[in-house]
């Protein structure tokens, strides 16, 4: 892959609402970005298609051909430009989905998500594990990860949670928008006061198959309770810090506190109204809210997760795939150091993960696949 950064972005950066970066910030963010995959932890590109007016669920359609300029935050050409080095692709479900059939449809989202990935071999390929993610970049190609957006996906199954897996899905959060039978979300009525008995197996088998837990969404009463539990690194796939705005969907300062104890990873993400309470969100903001992350839990627990194509607008001066490298640039302009850039690129994400596996295969040893069900451990279904 061309990892050589246009004129165009350069004059977005010159351009963005925040000072001026310098040539040499710029030049700081790209080196970067050639040696570090950067990992963003949230795009819903399958979504979007899914959801198309032009042709709702066809990766084939003309509009939808990644090799041409796409309707979407995202095609091939933006992908290169923005210095992509590894993407979880989200096969999100909205919780309504419940009523039709929810592993159905999760099924048909990961489906749409690998056919993505199979329609351009020449610039993806599945990664399965850390080492793939090396591996794909040092090839010049984007890894591709599958995360699922909720875990109403599993119909309060164990079993298809291993099944979900087994498909290459490497992490789950654990609530979208709606609380489920076994844990509270954030936009919703608490009413297990954050994880039931089930919802702390579900955290375990998780574990205990290596998939990353995903706290975006919840609750801090299930933050609190998955981090209680948690044996392996947890991480939020696009969340942003309540200190800096108080919206449900951000990570208190009191959880931010915990992350070093467990190793976990906040990818900050790009939502305008998670990050400030203005009309308009900046590059600028965002950029505060990883320093926030920064100041209370460390430089080894923050990374991104944009959510492109799951918004409808986007912070100035960041408005697509292409974008990144301004980022990166503006955190140089105020200090940041090649090291620790590398670490909100991906190291963070990539050692969460990777530590996240060497807890999988001592469990593994250890105890065999749960069978419980939600009966045995919650006494029967929450009403």
């Known amino acids: 892959m061309n990892r050589i950064v246009g004129p165009l972005l350069i004059l977005s950066v010159l351009a963005a609402p925040v000072a001026a970066q310098s040539a040499s910030d710029f030049e700081k963010a790209r080196r970067v970005l050639e040696s570090t995959p950067l990992i963003d932890g ?19 359609a003309p509009l939808h051909d990644l090799r041409g300029r796409t309707p979407f935050h995202t095609d091939l050409a933006r992908l290169r430009e923005g210095m992509v080095g590894a993407q979880f692709w989200s096969v999100y479900i909205p919780h309504e989905a419940v009523q ?13 998500a690998l056919e993505v990935i199979r329609t351009y071999p020449d610039v993806f390929e599945l990664a399965l594990d850390a080492s793939d993610v090396n591996r794909i970049f040092g090839a010049g190609r984007i890894g591709s990860m599958l995360g699922m957006e909720g875990g109403h996906a599993i119909e309060n199954s ?11 899905v490497r992490y789950m959060t654990l609530t979208h ?20 008995e089930f919802g702390r197996e579900v955290v375990r088998e998780m ?11 919840t609750s801090p009463e299930t933050m609190n309770d998955a981090l209680d539990v948690a044996e392996a690194p947890v991480i939020w796939s696009h969340a942003d810090a309540r200190g800096m705005h108080d919206h449900p ?31 308009e969100a900046t590059l600028a903001d965002v950029a505060d809210h990883i320093e926030h992350v920064v100041e209370l839990a460390g430089v080894d627990h923050v990374g991104i997760g944009s959510d492109f194509d799951g918004i409808t607008s986007t ?21 940041w150091s090649e090291d620790d850039l590398a670490k909100l690129a991906g190291e963070n994400v990539l050692r969460a993960w990777q530590e996240a596996e060497a ?21 029967g279904l929450s009403q």
Do not use: C, K
């Open 177 to 196: 928008n709606g609380t489920l039978d076994w844990a509270d979300a954030a936009n919703d009525e608490a009413r297990h006061g954050g994880l039931t």
């Open 315 to 335: 912070p100035i001066g960041l408005e697509d795939v292409s974008t990144y490298p301004a980022l990166f640039a503006e955190l140089s302009r105020r200090g």
């Open 100 to 112: 039709d059939g929810a592993a159905m449809t999760q099924l048909e989202q990961i489906d749409i």
């Open 359 to 379: 807890v999988a295969r001592r469990l593994q040893r250890e105890r065999a696949p749960s069978t419980a069900t939600i009966q045995q451990l919650d006494g």
């Open 158 to 168: 164990l079993g298809a949670l291993r099944g979900f897996y087994a498909m290459g």
């Open 42 to 60: 949230h795009n819903d590109l399958p979504w979007a298609i899914r959801q198309s007016a032009d042709a709702p669920h066809d990766v084939h």
């Open 207 to 217: 574990n205990r198959m290596g998939m990353l837990v995903d706290l975006s969404h």
């Open 249 to 279: 969907r951000n990570v208190p300062d009191q959880v931010l506190r915990r992350l070093p104890d467990n190793g976990g990873v906040v990818m900050i993400t790009f939502v305008p109204g998670f990050l400030t309470a203005n009309d």
